[in-house]
Antibody, heavy 116, light 110 residues
């Protein structure tokens, strides 16, 4: 069974950093592109970032460029999202998702709250 | 990048048909995926590549895409179909190769 488990969320102040992790199981992690998607409370889904299978290609939505970094460690079977210079508007549930073009499997999400 | 416009809400009686639209100037030239999200849960893929269904998704769910509108159709609506639905495309513009989600449609079963 395919599973994705996010961790690392929490409450931080504006300007601080946080690193999210996503632990996959039940499939060959190294064979899939991976994405991060976020959802602010009561709002819709927003795509954040994607990474290719070997980590050599990454893409970001404009609002996080220069602040967030997606990466992966295929040997450790883990996807990461390093989030720096966090803003109040980054408050959201962050989901990792497996991609076969479409996002066919999602984790349950981890909540990031940015507040002073 | 661009905006995928969906109606904010849709109400449908059990047994009827719900049609959820996703609009953009040339969406017919792109591959559209659809997700269902129930309260407190992660999204679930229900249609990919415009009209294909993942295993485990009922045949009542179907999709189409042409011109300026992609459509998710739910036939013989059931109470369990009440959820938010989102369309999604990958904008392959080399300057902005972003994935984009639609604005979302809340489907209420009367």
């Amino acid at each position: 069974e395919v599973q994705l488990v996010e961790s690392g969320g929490g409450l931080v102040q504006p300007g601080e950093s946080l690193r999210l992790s996503c632990a996959p199981s039940g499939f060959s992690f190294r064979s899939y592109w991976m994405h991060w998607v976020r959802q602010a409370p009561g709002r819709g889904l927003v795509w954040v970032s994607r990474i290719n299978t070997d980590g050599s290609k990454t893409t970001y939505t404009d609002s996080v460029k220069g602040r967030f970094t997606i990466s992966r460690d295929n040997a450790k079977n883990t996807l990461y999202l390093q989030m720096n210079s966090l803003r109040v508007e980054d408050t959201a549930v962050y989901y990792c998702a497996r991609a076969l073009d479409a996002l066919d499997s999602w984790g349950q999400g981890t909540l990031v709250t940015v507040s002073s | 990048s661009y905006v995928l416009t969906q109606p904010p809400s849709l109400s449908v009686a059990p047994g009827e048909t719900a049609r959820i639209t996703c609009g953009e100037n040339n969406i017919g030239g792109k591959s559209v995926h659809w997700y269902q999200q129930k309260p407190g849960q992660a999204p679930v893929l229900v249609i990919y590549y415009d009209s294909d269904r993942p295993s485990g998704i009922p045949e009542r769910f179907s999709g189409s895409n042409s011109g300026t509108t992609a459509t998710l159709t739910i036939s013989r609506v059931e109470a369990g179909d009440e959820a938010d639905y989102y369309c999604q495309v990958w904008d392959r513009n080399p300057d902005h190769p972003d994935d984009v989600f639609g604005t979302g449609t809340k489907v209420t079963v009367l």
